[in-house]
C-alpha cells in the first residue's frame, strides 16, 4: 500500500492504463458527489465489503479514496492482505480533491 497525495495520486492514475478507481464512501457520501469512472463499495459493510472485494480483479492497480484517507487506508491495507498487488490510498480524501467531481 502506498499513501499518495492528490498530485501523485493524479499523476500515477493518468499514466496507468491498468486502473480501478475505488470509492469506500457510503451511499449518502456518493450522493454528495464522487470521482468519475469510480467503483463504490462502502468499507463499513463489513463481510459484504470483504466479499465484494474478492470480486474484483487482482491483477489491477486500485486508487482507493474515502472521505478524508481514514477508511480508504484502511481498505488498502486490507487488499494488500487479500492479494491485491497495487493498492494506492489517497491522502486527504474527497474533502480535499481538487479535480473533475460527477453527481
Do not use: H
Request: glycine share 8%.
Amino acid at each position: 500500500m502506498a499513501d499518495l497525495t492528490q498530485d501523485e495520486w493524479v499523476s500515477k492514475l493518468q499514466e496507468d492504463d491498468n486502473a480501478v478507481i475505488l470509492d469506500v464512501r457510503t451511499e449518502e457520501e456518493v450522493e454528495e458527489g464522487y470521482i468519475p469512472n469510480s467503483i463504490n463499495i462502502d468499507i463499513y459493510k463489513g463481510q459484504e465489503f470483504i466479499n465484494e472485494l474478492d470480486k474484483l480483479d487482482k491483477s489491477k492497480n486500485y486508487y482507493v479514496y474515502c472521505r478524508s484517507g481514514n477508511r480508504s487506508g484502511q481498505a488498502c491495507a486490507l487488499m494488500n492482505n487479500m492479494g491485491f498487488q497495487e493498492a494506492y490510498n489517497l491522502l486527504g480524501g474527497f474533502n480535499e480533491w481538487e479535480g473533475e467531481v460527477a453527481e
